[in-house]
Every structure is written in structure tokens, then in C-alpha cells.
């Protein structure tokens, strides 16, 4: 890669603290999505030396340095590439996960529509190494210009011989296709994914038996990465593992690209090295402060799905040290000791102004919406939850019904096929725990004793004769 | 139902994107159905499954499952408003209400079973969808395939009038 | 504290038990502590784990006092030295709170509901201890509207808990997609078809999926869930040669409704509609209930029992003194028992002595039994419906599974949809086509051609399995110079298919680890059917595809007995044990058995019975349950036969076309009412139980034979199952094993040695007759197309649907009525278009026999100049326009191959 320093659009140049990898050339000036304009750039290039490598050695470089799914579980990505069972004979598939349905996530957007021959170019390297011919790259609906754009980019590389039959003058072979999804929360979910891959309802399939790297797209062994996962497999084997693995801190490599919204000056995304900002700096720093006025309440650290941190919290860490929110660092095991998640890095500030009933019957909602019904607790809870939230912000709510809220999803968390349950679950238990004393203070105490259905008591009465 | 010809070039080519199992493209079929017939009629569903060597019912179970797939025809500019947490946090509640009085859309109709609004002159439609993936750039909305971010709910007009 | 743990034990609440590696914790606590002890909604034992309602949560630590983890249990696998917690507090909490969940959208009329006392989600909710739900004003789907649209489906979704337990037994086990989600989350639904109702849906009624109902959400007009019933009785299903195991559920003497068995090793919980919803013939006003004695006026007259028995015993009497025991026959029915048929037999030849004795697997698969026996020295399949599972290549020729065995024809679409290569030889595009890889349409009438071009490519290829073909056959080297004397473009002009189609499905079954090949009618009907039958051995012989789970040569046998009847005897040919009656030593070992003497001449096949009769050699015929007239070629023939013969006895449960023939009419009981076995196509001897006491008046069919044995002055027990069984074990080898109590309620496969040992596949050490036989044939064309082809230039080819069954006496006195009413006559559209023919139109369709009217239906699922239609309906009696043709080895017609012509009516 060339290594002439990158002028960005007006307005639109990193901030300081950020560490530009995957998103160097997001927002660049003269950069467009061109396969020459990646060419000029010394596009293609780790591609082109991975297909003369061993297969074993692009995976021990993705091992060694520490790369942890940027989709949301944080899930080393070469212990996952090891799990293809090595006697497999049947096609292993490589899909890379675009679905980007994490409320709060917007990172892949800008990877997908500006710069998709680094995703190419990193898929391709991540195919050869697990031995897949065949790669899909699963885009949400609701990017329809990325598609557009993608698939015009694969099409270039296939023009080029990058893709196709023997790529690169090797006996390898690869094609990609773009497979749009269709407005579904739970295609996000591997599972479900693949199932809608397969042309079916995506209903997360039961675990085990079906592992994707064992049983996933057609019954075989299928690697599913998220984008910017797969983005960060060109850069090690630009810079080897063990050198990508100081990007960082030790456990939690490499950069990664934060996108915040809500309550702050200045929301956006910022490409940063893991674990080495703070979660002040972003908002101070990197964002730009609170809003005039305003004082920090709450935040989601890791997308929608992840509890939510109380601004006056502190977190006593197992090494004896005590962190405000304002100090955690933005890695995966600090956010993970303080009790919430890093995710899908989407950091969304909430300040004095928002009322903490009002988002989670907002969040409730979006997770009924999105519950695939498939299994009973999710489906019949999820409901229930945006139920008795909306009763809370009505007004119409008994303080009993916000401890009624905090069980029902205590119902779905850990009840379910995939890991939908938590994600349903966890915003609701941890806003109910911290702020019960708010929530409840929108309640009326005179509605309380109401709780039993009269008609449903009478019936399971008959039931038990 | 007529499928055109080169629409049907197009949906044979997407076929051969899915080797090893034609049910696969149901939702690359789906799509190009609805980019033509704007939304996804009964005929559709048995066109497809016929296409694909499918039972109708196969197409049917995945089109009802996908808010992405339009069952009920859409206005001639379709509005998609986000509705989730950052942007509602940004006024996209208020953003929706904006939409509909400026196309005419009764905003009550617009619910969990009904999720699109025509107005009556069917010039628009209004949806009121989950999370764009924006959400740095809140409000944000997509006008058919085109997002548009930090939406002025004072200034949607200008946003529709980009369309007539 | 260590434990001593073997690799196959787990704990149980504390207590090991012993698992097998595969099972599931759910699988490992229903067998041992009784299914419910883990209490589940969305799994059910005929389906594959699920895992959505979380009901079957348990505690697992993976060893003793190690952390618990709380999982699935029907999804998740026993481990060695596991330990499980059924009834934590953890679990009960859980359990009860998502019940209480789904109570929140459940009506509450459980003591008005259908299911009261047998629903699963009741059970549960009681075991689970629910009191009260503390949810008020949530959203529910009380007020969906009940489906009553269908002759025997219904479903009332207000109390569907969404388990998907349907949809997955409509996929899972019938392999339909007739049932679906629609929606997603709390709003998804249930749907048959395009969102519709049953009776508009493609919705087959085989009821799998109201069995499979937690609730009374699907259901079946029969209510079949009810607790109404006061007795169960496992029985074996009449309607084909599957085979299917039954529970009926009866009250006083009543059957209310039908179910299958979740255990039955051939059905798992399946059956078709017939099975399981065709019941109602049973008691059906038409029933015969007094035997009836032709008057001299020629009115039927009612009589009693014993008049009726005298009657016959003085006229067969006479008959035979005047003319000899030779002018007497039976043809024996392959709807009844072994017993019965053995006791048949037993009559005409060691009582009447003679061996004019048939039945009805002489219109259907003795070719099969002929050639088999020739081939490998059997007469039946060589291996179980079971190897579906474990063969990578299945081949059907001539047969419809999904309508004409549907269990065993939903069996093989699944292992189809699963991935397992299927090559359909068939002149129709046949109901599984869709899901073939190959399907090779040939001409109706050149199945020998075709497979010969199979063979010369296996060989060609160089796929031929020398090693086996050396060591285990016989003849090869003819086989092979014919083979080699093979014109391939000329058969390739004579069958109509590409020879390179041929070719890739020769590779297919040839290269495959283990091909399996099923077969049917579509292959013994016709002239050369029982050598086709030996070329399909040859394939399998060339190939090595004998002697192996999911290989061999497997005929789909039609009736629901039609192995039995051969196994007993009821062929002229053959007695009891297939021992050849020309042979002395075997007359010899009869006579000593029965004591009395055996007869030597040779018998006459059912269609030599109907010349004879109108040669005025044969004075006398009995019939048990055939009804010839309206199911035998050349219905003209037939009548003039019938009304040729100076006595003829019907035993029967309606008044058939036939039975408007006879002197005397029997009224026999159905297989509702009566005790015995049947052997199934996979050579399976189960057990039928009588459901109910045979109606007033009727007699089972073997007490019949009984009483009219010991009429004709001959020592006889009365009939009872056990007993008879016993007298076949003794006199038939390969029954040796088999007693009443053995036989248990899965039956045994025969050959069944001594202590009860039986054989799931044949031919694995050595063949039968020794050494495998090959046998080169030349194709012909038929005689009927030569002959009148030119006169008649369509190809009229016949068959039966799924709704109903032979000739409809049975079937169409139940709801299938109302779902298929009438025979249709498949026309390809360019066919129809040159004779200005629509579907729904009035046809005529002439042959050198006759003609018929028929409705058309325009299709391309024939070729042009190709017809297709089926003989359920009296109404329309096909059999006017079908021919004598026939098998020139056995005399089976050859139903396959009629010319005829069409012009429109209306």
C-alpha cells in the first residue's frame, strides 16, 4: 500500500485521537469506489501474496494477532476459522455478515459504499484461507445503493481475474455474490442468516447440533464474519499478526471503529485503537462534549443490545482498580467487567433530558418488531415488555408493573435458540435495575392489585379440575 | 401478471448465483419483482415459487416475514421514517408526523399491523420502519432508495419535492 | 469422591442410567422415567428437535457438583457422566413462567375444548403448576375463526401455540409444505396454502399434523384427541402394501377416529388419509349383514347362514361329481389375512383338490414374484423400507409412492429432499418428478428397452462390479453378449428418451455406494413384465446392489396383503411355502400333512379361469373379496365369463359389480372386524387385531373357510388366529419362527427362523437359489399396438390415485368422495388442442373393447399421444376399453398399454 499521506474532505478529517485502518479512506479526498482508484492505492497487493501463502500460516497470522469479531460477540476470529472439523470433504462457504442491524451500528455503511475492494480484497484473503469457493456477502435492505455499489465493485474485480476462475493466475477459485436481506433484525444472527440464505424463514437454528463451521449453509462448513472483521484480515497480513497484535491493548487488538450517536456535539464514527480511549475521551475528545447544558445521564456502550452504563456508576475491576464511566476503556474486557458488552461499537449518550421509560419502551418496541417467533419466550415476552412499558409512559402503569417488567424479561434472557433472548432482555433488566426509582416514579400506586387477570384466574381453575 | 422480458433476464441471471440450491433465490426474485411491480402481489408469490420450483407457500411464509417485502401496494414515492432509539432520541416520532400531514397520510392508520400509509392521491406513502443504521446522522430517512440524514421535520416538503 | 462412570452413563437427578451415543437428554429421560417426566410443548417423538418453547429446560453440569448450566434437553446430547437436574427450582420457575406466557394467548374453555383431558399444553400447565396468569390486557388471537372447510381436517387457531409442531410434521414427515408461518414475532400464524382454508389448500389429509397438535388447534372431524374413546387397538392398515401400523379408538362397538402408533417401526407415526380417515366404510348402510341366494327369478333372496352353506355345499357337490374337482376355482383375496388366504387355499386344493386356485397378485405383481424368483430365487423385496434411510441412490420404475404408497412414497421424497439422487423411470411426470435428478419418460410399453440401454452404459462405463458379478452370479457372459448385440439409437427412437439422459442416469445408480431401486405396477403390467422385473435384478446384480442396507430390488406391492396370498399359496403353480405342485415329493409332503390327497394337475390362472368358464370347462368359482368385473381387463370378458359359470360364490362386504353376478353372497367383515396378519412389501408379517366385533350378521372371512371346510366333512378348528398361524408355521419355512406372541406389535420380517429370528434383507451371503441369475431379453413391441394401433393411435396407460383405492368399494363410501368423486382422463394440451378438447370436458374413450365417457383434464404431465386414467369408479368403468394382453410368463394384464382413441362429447 502506498503510504502518501491521505487528505480527507473538507470538514470531514479524522480526529486526532483516531487511529484510520479500516476507515483511511472513508470520507478521502479524490477517493471514489473504483477498483483503479484501490489500485492506485496498492489495492490488492495482500490478496495477490496471501494466494502464494499456506493456508495454515493466514490463519496463525489471523490467531496471533488477536482480531475479535467486530459484529458483536468479539469472538476471535482465527479460533473461529478453526473450527471448520479438519476432515471435512464437503465445500466450506465464507458469508460476510453486512446485515448491520445493531441499533446504534453504522460503521459497515461507510466500509460497504466507500470502500468495497477492501471488503473484496479481505474476502478473498479470508476464502483462500478457509478453503471456500463460494462467498456471499449478506447486505441489509435498506443500503440498496451498497448493494449497487458492491456488486458493481465485484464485478470489477471479476473483470480484473481477481475473482473467478483461478484468481491471480492460481489454481484458486472464488466467486462472490451479493445477497440482500429484507428488513430482518435476525439475520444479523449467523443462523438466521444462513437460513435466509437458504431461501427459508430465518429462524436461528438450535446449537447443537448446527454449528456453522461444522453444519451451516447447505449443511456445510461455512465461516461467517462481519465486514469490518473481515477488512482487518487484509491489514494483518499487511503488517503480520504479531505486529498488528501491539495495535491496542493486549486481548483487545487492533482498532476498531466506535460510531456514536445520541446526546453528544458531534456523533459519527471514529476509528480508534482498542482499549486506548476512554469512554470520556470519545465523548469529550472525539465528540465534542455533551450538549450545552446538559449533564451525561446514561449509555449504551455496545449497540442497543448491550446494558446500559448510569452515568454516576463506578466499577470495581477484579485487579483492584475503580473506574468511573468516564474512565472505562473502549475495549472488549473492560466494558465486559463493568457489566456490559462493547458489541457492535455502537456508543449511543443519553443525557439529563431523556426520560429512561421513554427509551426502553422504544427499544421494547424495536425488539417485538424484530422477534422472529420462533421460540415461546421471546415471542410471547417480547410483546409483553413493550406492553407494560407502554403502560409505564402512559401513565397507566402500577409500580408493581415495573418489577413485572424486569420478570418478563428475566423470562426470555437465556430461554431462547439464539441470543435474540438476551439482546431483548438486557437493555430491559439493566434500565429497570438502575433506574427503578425514575421508572417507578411514572406509575401510580393506587393502580396496584390489578395484576391478576380475573378471567384467566377462573379458567386455569377449570383447567386444574 | 407480465414479467418482462429483460426483467426476467435479470431474474434468471440472479438464479445463477445460488449453485447449489435454486430456493436460495427467493429473496433476489422477491426483489426484483418489487423493484418492478413496487410491491409483491399474490402472483408474484406463485410466479416465484413456480420459478423456482417452489410451493407457493415457501414464497409465502418468507415474503410475510420480511417488512422488507411491501404486500400492499405503495404510493408512487415510498418514505421509510426510522423509528428507532437514536433517531427517535433526534425527533423522528415528530419527523413521521411531518411526513404525513405534508403528503396527507392519516398518521393513526400507520401501525404495527399496518405499517404503510398511502395518501389518498397515492402520490406517497409513509413507513415507519426499525433501525436505518444511521444513527450518527439522525433523523434520517430513506425516500425510495435514497437516505437522507439530519431531516428537518420543518423541512420535509423540501425532501418530497425532490420527488414529484 | 470419584465415580466409576462408563462411557454410556449418565445421572439422572442423581441416578445413572445408561444412554446411546446420539440421544438427546429428553431422548435419555422419556426412556427411562416415562415421556412428560421432562414436560415440552414444541417437541414431539415423530419429529426432529426444535428447541423454540424452552418448556424441556433442565440443569446440566458436566460433572458431578460442577457448575450447572440450564439447557434445552431436547436439543442438547447426553454426555458421558453428565448430570442433569429435571426439577431444580430454577427449571419449575422457568417452566411455569413461560406456560403462563403462552396462557395469556390461549382461551380458557378447556372443559368445553375437544381436547379436554388429553392436551398437551393442559397436561403441562397442571404439571407445571399454574394458578394464576398475572398478565392483564395483553394482546391475544382469540378471535381467529375456526376452519370446518374440509371432509377431515379442521383446525381452530385461537389455539395454536405457535410450536410449529405442524409445519414440521407437514415437511418433516408427509414432506407437503402444505402448512407455513406467515408473519413474524408475536403476529405469526399458522397458513395452509396461500393463506387459505384446508379444503383449498393442495393439503393431502394425511393428517399428520393434527396428530402432531399439542392442542386442538388442527384437528380432524373424527376427533381424534378427544378422551372419548373407552379402548385402543392396534391394528395394520388394508389399503396398500405398506403396511401401516393403526390405532383405532373405539367405544362400545364403534370406531371414532383413527391414529398412528409414534412407535411403529414401519409408519412412525404417519399414515395416509386412507388409513387413517377411510374408516367409515366399516358401518356403512351398504354393508352386506344376511348371506343372499340368487332366486330362480333371479332376485337375491336373504337367508340364513346355514341355508346359504347348504346351498353351496350341494351345488359345488354336484358340480363336482358331475365334472370333476378341475371345474371348480377360487380366487382368493390379497385384502384378507395370511390365514385366510392360507385356509382358501387350503379348501380348493385339499378339499374341492384342485388347484385352480388365484388371487388377485395375478393383475398386479406376479411378474415380480415370477421374476424374482428367477433372478434371485425370491419372490419378494430384497430389502426394508427402513434402508431408505441409508441408500444414496433410489430409482423408481413404474410406481407413483406419494400416491399410490404414500408413507412409504412420503419416506422417499424426504430422503430425496435430503439429498439422495433419484431417477424416475415413468411415462408420466409423476408427483416426485419435480424433485428427481432424472427423469427419464419413456414410451408406455418399452421399459425393457430402456433398462437395456441402462445396462449396456453401466457396462459400457466400465461400472460393472466384476468382483460380485464372479463370486455371487451366474450367466453373466450371455447377458453380456446381449447386452453388446444392442442397437443404442434404435432404442433410443423405440423408448423416446435422449440416450445421453439414459446414459447420466445409468452413471448415477451404477457409480452409487448403494443404489436402491423400487418398482410397481408400471413394470409387471405389461407384456414383458416379468422380464422386466428380471432386467431391473440384472441392474442390481451388475452393479452389486444386493445383499446390503439401502440396495436391492424392492417392489411397492399394491394390496395391502398381496405378499401374503403368494406366501400362502393362492396361486395355481405354487402352494403354501411356493413349493411347486408338479413336483411329486411336494404333493407327496402335503397329502401327509392334511391327509387328504393332493392334486397334480396343473391350475389355471385367474384369466384361463374366465376362458375355461366360457369354454364351459369351469362350472363353479368362488370368490373371496375380488371384484373382478370392475377391476380385471376387458370388462366384456369378464361379464361373459361370469354369466357363463353355473355357480359362483362371492364372499364380500358391499355389492360389488361382481357380486350382482353370483349365486351366493357371503357377507363377510372388514379388516376392522377381524383377527390375523398381513405381510407388507418389505416381507413384514404383522398383526391384525379386530377393532370392533364384526358387524350383525357378517362373518369373518376365515371363519367362513372354516365353517365351510368342516361343511365338506373335512376336520377343521374354528378360526382363530393363533391357531391357523400356527398350522402355516409348520408347512410354510420361511413362517417357521413366526408365532402370534412373537410377532409382537412391530411384526416380523420373513424369512422367520426358529425363536423368532427375522431377516431385514435377503441375498447377503448367497442368493436364494444359489447363484444370482442374469437374463438377456430383447424389447417387443405389444401386440395390443401392433395389432390395433393404427386404428387406435393414442397409448392409454392406467393407474390409481392417492384418495382412493381399487376398485372404490371401500373408499368411496368415506369423506374421500367428497375430495376426488370420478376418474379423469389425462390429455397433453397439443393433444387436446387437435381435438378442440378443455379440461372439464366430456370425452369418449374407444378401444377394439369399447368405450367409456370420461372428464378431461388437460395436462402436460403426459406426453402427446400418451392418456392416462385410473378405475376407482363404477361409474366410468375403464376396464370397457382395457384388452387381454398380458405378461407372457404369468398372465398379468397388461393394464399399461391399451391403443385407444378420444373424441369429445360435450
Known amino acids: 500500500m502506498a503510504s502518501n499521506p491521505v487528505e480527507y474532505l473538507p470538514g470531514k478529517q479524522p480526529h486526532p485521537r483516531e487511529h484510520r485502518m479500516i476507515f483511511r479512506n472513508v470520507d478521502r479526498a479524490g477517493w471514489d469506489a473504483s477498483i483503479d482508484t484501490y489500485l492506485n492505492d496498492g489495492g490488492y497487493e495482500m490478496a495477490k501474496k496471501a494466494l502464494k501463502m499456506e493456508r495454515q500460516d493466514i490463519i496463525n497470522e489471523v490467531k496471533a494477532s488477536g482480531l475479535r469479531g467486530r459484529g458483536g460477540a468479539g469472538f476471535p476470529t482465527g479460533v473461529k476459522w478453526g473450527f471448520i472439523p479438519p476432515t471435512n470433504t464437503k465445500p466450506v462457504y465464507l458469508i460476510c455478515n453486512a446485515d448491520e442491524s445493531e441499533p446504534g451500528t453504522f460503521k459497515d455503511r461507510y466500509i460497504l459504499h466507500q470502500d468495497p475492494h477492501q471488503l473484496i480484497e479481505g474476502m478473498i484473503i479470508s476464502a483462500f484461507a478457509v478453503k471456500a469457493n463460494l462467498a456471499y456477502i449478506y447486505i441489509r435492505e435498506e443500503f440498496p445503493h451498497a448493494a449497487t455499489i458492491v456488486e458493481k465493485a465485484i464485478a470489477e474485480a471479476k473483470n480484473k481475474g481477481f475473482l473467478g476462475k483461478a484468481i491471480f493466475g492460481s489454481d484458486f477459485d472464488l466467486e462472490i455474490y451479493v445477497h440482500r436481506g429484507a428488513g430482518a433484525y435476525i439475520c444479523g444472527e449467523e443462523t438466521g442468516l444462513i437460513e435466509s440464505l437458504e431461501g427459508k424463514r430465518p429462524y436461528p437454528r438450535i446449537k447443537p447440533p448446527y454449528f456453522p463451521a461444522a453444519l451451516g449453509l447447505y449443511m456445510s462448513p461455512t465461516i461467517v464474519n462481519n465486514v469490518e472483521s473481515l477488512c482487518h484480515v487484509k491489514h494483518i497480513l499487511q503488517m503480520g499478526g504479531a505486529e498488528y497484535a501491539k495495535l491496542g491493548t493486549p486481548n483487545n487488538t487492533g482498532t476498531r471503529i466506535l460510531c456514536v450517536s445520541g446526546d453528544v456535539q458531534k456523533p459519527g464514527y471514529y476509528e480508534v485503537q482498542v482499549g486506548k480511549v476512554t469512554m470520556g475521551e470519545v465523548i469529550n475528545d472525539l465528540c465534542g462534549g455533551l450538549k450545552p447544558g446538559r449533564t451525561l445521564k446514561a449509555i449504551i456502550p455496545g449497540g442497543s443490545s448491550a446494558k446500559v452504563l448510569k452515568a454516576d456508576e463506578t466499577y470495581k475491576l477484579k485487579d483492584g482498580r475503580e473506574l468511573t464511566i468516564w474512565d472505562i476503556p473502549m475495549d472488549f474486557d473492560t466494558m465486559a467487567a463493568c457489566g456490559s458488552m462493547a458489541g457492535s461499537g455502537g456508543v449511543m449518550i443519553m443525557d439529563d433530558s431523556r426520560s429512561m421509560a421513554w427509551v426502553i419502551n422504544n427499544l421494547n418496541k424495536f425488539y417485538q418488531h424484530e422477534s422472529c417467533g420462533q421460540c415461546t419466550p421471546c415471542r410471547e415476552g417480547s410483546p409483553w415488555m413493550a406492553k407494560i412499558s407502554d403502560r409505564i409512559i402512559a401513565g397507566n402503569a402500577s409500580p408493581d408493573d415495573v418489577d413485572m417488567l424486569e420478570q418478563v424479561a428475566n423470562q426470555i434472557e437465556g430461554k431462547t435458540i439464539c441470543a435474540f433472548g438476551e439482546a431483548a432482555s438486557w437493555p430491559t433488566q439493566s434500565f429497570v435495575r438502575k433506574f427503578r426509582d425514575e421508572i417507578k416514579s411514572m406509575t401510580k400506586a393506587d393502580l396496584a392489585g390489578r395484576i391478576v387477570n380475573e378471567e384467566t384466574k377462573l379458567a386455569v381453575a377449570g383447567l386444574e379440575a | ?164 | 469422591m470419584s465415580q466409576d462412570i462408563s462411557p454410556s452413563t449418565a445421572f439422572i437427578d442423581g441416578k445413572p442410567f445408561l444412554f446411546q451415543s446420539g440421544e438427546t437428554i429428553l431422548n435419555v429421560v422419556d426412556r427411562h422415567l416415562g415421556r412428560g417426566h421432562v414436560p415440552t410443548l414444541c417437541d414431539a417423538p415423530q419429529l426432529e428437535p426444535y428447541g423454540a418453547c424452552r418448556v424441556c429446560s433442565v440443569e446440566v453440569a458436566l460433572q458431578d457438583g460442577g457448575p450447572r448450566r440450564v439447557v434445552a434437553s431436547c436439543h442438547t446430547p447426553m454426555a458421558p457422566g453428565m448430570h442433569i437436574f429435571t426439577e431444580t427450582q430454577k427449571v419449575r420457575r422457568l417452566r411455569k413462567n413461560i406456560v403462563e406466557l403462552v396462557l395469556t394467548d390461549h382461551p380458557l374453555d378447556c372443559l368445553t375444548c375437544e381436547v379436554n383431558g388429553n392436551c398437551e399444553l393442559q397436561t403441562v400447565a397442571a404439571k407445571v403448576g399454574i394458578r394464576k396468569v398475572r398478565y392483564p390486557e395483553g394482546e391475544n388471537h382469540l378471535d381467529r375463526k375456526k376452519d370446518l372447510s374440509h371432509p377431515y381436517m379442521t383446525s381452530d387457531l385461537s389455539k395454536c401455540i405457535n410450536c410449529s409442531r405442524c409445519v414440521r410434521a407437514c415437511d418433516e414427515i408427509q414432506g407437503q409444505h402444505v402448512l407455513s408461518m406467515h408473519g413474524r414475532g408475536f403476529n405469526a400464524r399458522i397458513i395452509k396454502g396461500m393463506d387459505t382454508t384446508f379444503e383449498e389448500s393442495p393439503c393431502v389429509s394425511c393428517g399428520a399434523c393434527s396428530q402432531a397438535c399439542p392442542t386442538s388447534a388442527i384437528s380432524d372431524v373424527f376427533m381424534s384427541k378427544s378422551i372419548e374413546a373407552t379402548n385402543k387397538t392396534r391394528t395394520v392398515c388394508t389399503y396398500c402394501g405398506v403396511g401401516c401400523n393403526l390405532t383405532v379408538a373405539t367405544k362400545g362397538n364403534e370406531v371414532l377416529s383413527i391414529q398412528a402408533p409414534v412407535d411403529a417401526e414401519v409408519n412412525h407415526a404417519h399414515t395416509c388419509l386412507k388409513g387413517r380417515f377411510a374408516f367409515k366404510f366399516y358401518n356403512h348402510k351398504d354393508r352386506l349383514r344376511k348371506p343372499l341366494i340368487r332366486q330362480p327369478d333371479g332376485a337375491f333372496k336373504e337367508a340364513t347362514w346355514d341355508e346359504a352353506y347348504e346351498h353351496i355345499v350341494t351345488n359345488l357337490k354336484r358340480i363336482i361329481a358331475a365334472n370333476g374337482p378341475q371345474a371348480v376355482a377360487g380366487i382368493s383375496s390379497a385384502r384378507c389375512t395370511n390365514e385366510e388366504n392360507y385356509l382358501m387355499q387350503k379348501f380348493i386344493r385339499h378339499v374341492v383338490g384342485t388347484n385352480n386356485i388365484d388371487c388377485c397378485a395375478r393383475v398386479c405383481h406376479s411378474p415380480t414374484a415370477w421374476g424374482m424368483q428367477k433372478s434371485f430365487g425370491t419372490g419378494a423385496a430384497t430389502n426394508s423400507f427402513e434402508d431408505i434411510g441409508y441408500t444414496k441412490c433410489i430409482m423408481v420404475i413404474g410406481a407413483n409412492p406419494t400416491e399410490g404408497h404414500p408413507v412409504t412414497g412420503a419416506r422417499l421424497k424426504q430422503a430425496v429432499m435430503k439429498g439422495t439422487p433419484l431417477i424416475v423411470i415413468d411415462p408420466r411426470r409423476i408427483e416426485i418428478v419435480p424433485y428427481a435428478k432424472y427423469h427419464l419418460q419413456l414410451r408406455p410399453g418399452t421399459n425393457v428397452a430402456l433398462l437395456n440401454m441402462m445396462a449396456r452404459f453401466i457396462l459400457d462405463e466400465g461400472l460393472v462390479k466384476k468382483d460380485f458379478v464372479e463370486k455371487r452370479c451366474e450367466n453373466w457372459e450371455e447377458f453380456e453378449a446381449g447386452l453388446r448385440s444392442l442397437d443404442m439409437d434404435a432404442l433410443e427412437k423405440i423408448t423416446g428418451v435422449d440416450k445421453e439422459l439414459v446414459r447420466a442416469a445409468a452413471i448415477e445408480y451404477a457409480s452409487s455406494e448403494a443404489a436402491m431401486s423400487f418398482h410397481g405396477l408400471g413394470v409387471t403390467e405389461h407384456e414383458q413384465g416379468a422380464k422386466t422385473v428380471m432386467l431391473i435384478s440384472n441392474l442390481a446384480m451388475m452393479t452389486g446392489n444386493i445383499g446390503r442396507p439401502g440396495v436391492g430390488v424392492n417392489p411397492l406391492r399394491g394390496q395391502n396383503n398381496v405378499q401374503g396370498a403368494a406366501d400362502m399359496g393362492c396361486q395355481p403353480h405354487q402352494g403354501a411355502g411356493y413349493f411347486e405342485m408338479n413336483d411329486i415329493q411336494v404333493q407327496k409332503r402335503y397329502s401327509e400333512f392334511y391327509g387328504t390327497n393332493t392334486p397334480s394337475e396343473p391350475g389355471w390362472k385367474i384369466p384361463q379361469m374366465f376362458d375355461n368358464a366360457i369354454a364351459g370347462n369351469l362350472k363353479a368359482l368362488w370368490l373371496m373379496g375380488e371384484d373382478v368385473v370392475q377391476t380385471d381387463p376387458d370388462a366384456h370378458h369378464v361379464r361373459h365369463a361370469m354369466d357363463s359359470l353355473e355357480f359362483l360364490v362371492v364372499q364380500e362386504i358391499f355389492m360389488t359389480e361382481t357380486a350382482k353376478y353370483a349365486d351366493v353372497i357371503l357377507p363377510a367383515a372388514s379388516f376392522l372386524e377381524k383377527s390375523g396378519t398381513f405381510t407388507n412389501a418389505e416381507r413384514r408379517v404383522q398383526r391384525v387385531n379386530a377393532a370392533v366385533k364384526p358387524l350383525e350378521g357378517t362373518k369373518p372371512d376365515g371363519q367362513i373357510m372354516c365353517e365351510i371346510i368342516q361343511r365338506f366333512g373335512h376336520p377343521q378348528a374354528d378360526y382363530t388366529p393363533d391357531g391357523v398361524l400356527a398350522e402355516i408355521a409348520q408347512i410354510v419355512p420361511f413362517f417357521k419362527g413366526a408365532t402370534w406372541e412373537n410377532l409382537g406389535e412391530q411384526g416380523k420380517q420373513w424369512p422367520i427362523r426358529e425363536g423368532g429370528v427375522d431377516t431385514q434383507i435377503m441375498h447377503v451371503e448367497q442368493f436364494a437359489r444359489g447363484k444370482g441369475h442374469f437374463h438377456f431379453f430383447n424389447w417387443q413391441e405389444s401386440t395390443e399396438l401392433k395389432t390395433n394401433g393404427t386404428e387406435f393411435p393414442f397409448i392409454l396407460t392406467t393407474g390409481r390415485i392417492l384418495e382412493h383405492y381399487n376398485c372404490g368399494t371401500m373408499t368411496r363410501r368415506t369423506g374421500n368422495s367428497e375430495i376426488v368423486a370420478k376418474d379423469l382422463l389425462a390429455i397433453n394440451p397439443a393433444d387436446a388442442r387437435a381435438k378442440s378438447i378443455n379440461t372439464g370436458d366430456t370425452v369418449k374413450l374407444f378401444s377394439a373393447r369399447g368405450e367409456v365417457e370420461l372428464e378431461a383434464s388437460v395436462t402436460d404431465e403426459v406426453k402427446p399421444g400418451i392418456l392416462y386414467t385410473t378405475f376407482h369408479f363404477p361409474e366410468n368403468m375403464v376396464n370397457n376399453v382395457t384388452g387381454q394382453g398380458c405378461d407372457a410368463d404369468t398372465l398379468c394384464p397388461e393394464y399399461k398399454v391399451v391403443a385407444a382413441d378420444i373424441v369429445k362429447v360435450s
Open chain 2, 1 to 164: 401478471m407480465e414479467v418482462p422480458a429483460d426483467l426476467e433476464a435479470r431474474i434468471d441471471e440472479a438464479i445463477t448465483h445460488y449453485p447449489v440450491s435454486r430456493r436460495s433465490a427467493v429473496l433476489p426474485v422477491l426483489h426484483l419483482l418489487q423493484h418492478h411491480f413496487r410491491y409483491i402481489t399474490e402472483e408474484s408469490v406463485a410466479w416465484t415459487a413456480a420459478k423456482l420450483g417452489l410451493e407457493p407457500i415457501q414464497v409465502l411464509e418468507v415474503v410475510t416475514f420480511y417488512p422488507g417485502f411491501r404486500q400492499t401496494a405503495p404510493g408512487k414515492v415510498h418514505v421509510r421514517v426510522c423509528r428507532t432509539l437514536a433517531c427517535a432520541m433526534a425527533g423522528s416520532y415528530e419527523l413521521l408526523e411531518k411526513f404525513c400531514q405534508a403528503s396527507g397520510i392519516d398518521r393513526e392508520a400507520i401501525n404495527h399491523h399496518h405499517p404503510i400509509g398511502v395518501s389518498p392521491d397515492g402520490k406517497y406513502s409513509i413507513e415507519f420502519v426499525e433501525c436505518l443504521a444511521s444513527c450518527g446522522t439522525a433523523p434520517v430517512c430513506l425516500v425510495e432508495d435514497d437516505l437522507h440524514e439530519k431531516v428537518d421535520p420543518a423541512a420535509v416538503d423540501k425532501v418530497l419535492a425532490q420527488y414529484s
